[in-house]
């Protein structure tokens, strides 16, 4: 069986990194795996881009000129929108390939028009990265819910008349997806339910996968030689917090996180206690957090975040919403308690007070209590840590997300076959609530 991935980048960004590990996972089971991609950062052979400069060139253009229809709402929030409205190539070149499966990730960002869908004719599964696949155009949801219905007077759009860019794109959406033949996969029950009670997806199939990890690259690592290796010091409890833009994107939760900190370092926690940031660099003016703080900037390899969550004492995740959370996973498998907010796909990963804490949304008392918590009592943390590096033993290994997405594969291709009847629906609640 021949499986294709569609994604817009290989490697950058937490969509693709996924995308990726899930490739190579496939691959490691004995299947024939291969991505296509708008901007390749890898050196895989088994991932396809654009070779000529032209098409290369293209690539980066079309970005710029994805977001014009934007350019009519200058009040829009700082927030990830894309009509997804630029022609493309991506249907010739999948019948080049001649999969006999696609499995769709994040193609936002000018790499897919939403006509494009219908054009590939093989089976499809879409593997949802984050809401945008039911929305009019948005990636975070936050309290709207307009995507049940039709989206338009969009809030992230600063829009007050129905018939704005969000409207038109769920209308192209509903018009070009009305009878594909396609399975929906939510890594986390959260964002199944939202993809089940959307408009757009209320009749698709909808299956649970969670995202998978190496566990071999992915383990804990005697935090005196990670800390060694990191030039972090030895006789500290570290505080972990870290994402892609970590302090700038405020779905990542910093505006959260400093308040707690500073809640925290009232405790005469200040001389004991320092934080560690990865993913951005110390700006010009660093805020005061209320302890000595470590900015690592931006780490990209495997090897780096393996070592950077083995020298912490505990992860930070105040997130507002996740699709799933990988940096929770990522810690948790390096034996490093997670302190989160119990919402959205966070609530998957972590398990509270047995691996981790959730903290009720978004409270940042709860959230500064739960750092404490987690940390202030060294035979219940020691639990906490065996249990964290058992959780992804258990449910997060890239294998078992491998078997689980091949199994699906195999049941689709057969039934594509076999079915004359490609285009049937599924009662997607049923489906995702009893995974």
């Known amino acids: ?98 999969p006999d499966i696609i499995n769709l990730h994040w193609v936002s960002a000018g790499f897919m028009q939403i006509e494009t869908f219908a054009k590939l004719k093989r089976p499809l599964i879409w593997t949802l990265h984050d809401v945008s696949g039911f929305t009019g155009g ?16 969009c809030p992230q759009l600063n829009s007050n008349k129905e018939k704005d860019v969000s409207r038109w794109v769920w209308q192209r959406k ?78 990542k939760g910093f505006h959260l996180l400093q308040p707690a900190l500073k809640e925290l370092s009232h405790s005469g926690l200040s001389d004991s206690w320092e934080v560690v ?31 950077v969550y083995s ?14 959370g990988q940096t929770a996973s990522e810690s948790l498998a390096c034996g490093t308690p997670v302190v989160a907010f119990n919402a959205t796909g966070l ?19 709860d959230f500064a209590n739960g750092i404490n918590w987690v940390m202030e009592n060294p035979e219940r943390y020691e639990k906490l840590c065996f249990n964290a590096r058992e959780k992804v033993e258990r449910e997060f290994t890239l294998e078992l997300q491998a078997r689980r997405y091949s199994s699906l594969f195999h049941e689709i291709v057969m039934v594509d076959k076999t079915d004359p009847l490609k285009n049937q629906t599924y009662n997607s609640k049923e489906s995702y609530l009893s995974v």
Request: charged share 20%; proline share 5%.
């Open 138 to 153: 948005c990636h975070v949801i936050g309290e709207c819910d307009r995507y049940m219905k039709s989206c338009g007077a």
């Open 347 to 365: 609530k998957d990963i972590v398990d509270h007070q047995k691996n981790g804490y959730l903290a009720k949304p978004y409270e940042v008392e």
């Open 174 to 251: 509903a018009r070009a997806w009305k009878n594909l033949n396609i399975t929906i996969v939510s890594p986390s029950s959260w964002l199944a339910s939202c993809a089940a009670s959307s408009s757009l997806f209320a009749n698709y199939r909808i299956e649970v996968i969670p995202h998978g990890l190496d566990t071999q690259k992915y383990r804990p690592i005697t935090k005196n030689l990670a800390r060694e290796v990191l030039n972090l010091p030895q006789d500290k409890k570290l505080i972990l917090f870290g994402a892609i833009e970590a302090t700038s994107d405020r779905n």
């Open 1 to 98: 069986m021949k499986i294709l991935h569609l994604s817009t980048h290989d490697i950058s960004g937490g969509a693709a990194r996924a995308t990726f590990r899930l490739h190579k996972g496939l691959q490691n089971i004995g299947l024939q795996s291969q991505m296509l991609v708008q901007e390749k950062s890898s050196s895989d052979k088994t991932v396809i881009a654009p070779k000529l400069r032209l098409f290369q060139g293209i690539a980066k253009a079309k970005l710029t000129f994805e977001t014009l229809p934007l350019k009519l709402y200058p009040q829009k929030k700082n927030t990830t929108f894309f009509p997804q409205w630029l022609p493309d190539r991506v249907a010739s070149q999948v019948a080049g390939i001649n």
């Open 277 to 307: 940031i990865f993913g951005a660099s110390q700006p010009e003016n660093p805020p005061d957090l209320g302890f000595k703080t470590h900015y690592l900037g931006h780490l990209y390899d495997d090897v780096s975040l393996a070592t």
């Open 311 to 324: 020298a912490a004492d505990v992860m930070l995740v105040p997130s507002l919403q996740e699709s799933f």
